[in-house]
């Protein structure tokens, strides 16, 4: 496997994981209303689409290249 | 004596042995991480207090949001670094490499904070088993951090000089390089859910 496709495994990992934390931590602003909870859980969601918009582009121009 | 197999791909194989290599080692990592995450699960079942212990240890959240977001920016400056010198642009690749190098500085002066913060509070591996085996685990993977910061290290200063002789074995050694610094960072995103959220 190449550094390539280990690098779009990695952002894919990480989305799913950002998003998750997401959702956690809006679910615990609902729950306790912590300003905290508030900006994490936003910022995780926007890092998580933000990722998903650079894995499309990192696989668009690097296609050609080489998988193993 | 000339090294085989550096640059071409080897027959047997299909890969160059440097990256055959790194496969191998990132192998044996998975099962040294596997075993401790296995022991996390193990020591968490077994223990009645874990919810008291994780309540008490007062982990910052919001800093390991924060050095989860610099690791994956790190990946992102590191496979660019390596993009950069496959596309012959030698010194986008010393720019990208730096920052790679600076985000692993950020995260382990980041958890050096988080560290004496612990101590300070008299938070110790000792205190109790939640403790230790945060310890045991975040301990472990910032040594990989500051192995990789290393090898970068030494990839910005002297072993660069190889871009003039010998440019696709360099390249080559920075994907075996970028290969084990995707590893870490890959740790580190199973690392926070488990110890910090869970």
Known sequence: MSLKIFHIVFVSISTIVLAGFGVWCLRAFFLERSGTDLALGVFSLVASLVLIVYGKKFYEKFKDWSNL | ?198
């Not at chain 2, 496959?86 to 995260?107: D, E, H, P, S, W």
């Not at chain 2, 913060?117 to 591996?125: D, G, I, L, N, T």
């Not at chain 2, 975040?138 to 990989?144: E, M, R, V, Y």
């Not at chain 2, 696709?168 to 926070?192: C, K």
């Open chain 2, 1 to 198: 004596m000339e090294i085989p197999y550096t640059t071409e791909a080897r027959p047997d194989t299909g890969l160059y042995n440097g990256k055959f290599g790194i496969w191998l080692f990132l192998a044996s990592e998975v099962m040294l991480f596997g075993g401790l995450f296995s022991a996390y699960v193990f020591l968490r079942n077994g223990a009645s207090d874990w919810h008291a212990w994780h309540e008490a240890a007062e982990l910052n959240i919001s800093l390991a949001t924060f050095n989860t977001a610099v690791l994956i920016a790190s990946s992102v400056t590191m496979v660019m670094s390596w993009a950069s010198l496959k596309m012959n642009q030698f010194g986008r690749y010393r720019m990208y490499l730096a920052l790679t190098v600076l985000c692993g500085l950020i995260f382990l002066v980041v958890k050096y904070f988080e560290y004496s913060a612990k101590f300070h509070h008299q938070h110790y591996p000792s205190t109790n088993t939640f403790l230790a085996i945060y310890f045991t685990m975040t301990g472990l993977h910032g040594i990989h951090v500051l192995a990789g910061m290393v090898v970068n290290t030494y990839f910005l200063g002297p072993g660069a000089k190889m871009w003039r002789t010998e440019p696709l074995r360099l390249t080559n050694r920075l994907e075996i390089s970028g290969l084990y610094w995707h590893f870490v960072d890959l740790v580190w995103i199973f690392l926070f859910p488990v110890l910090y959220l869970l």
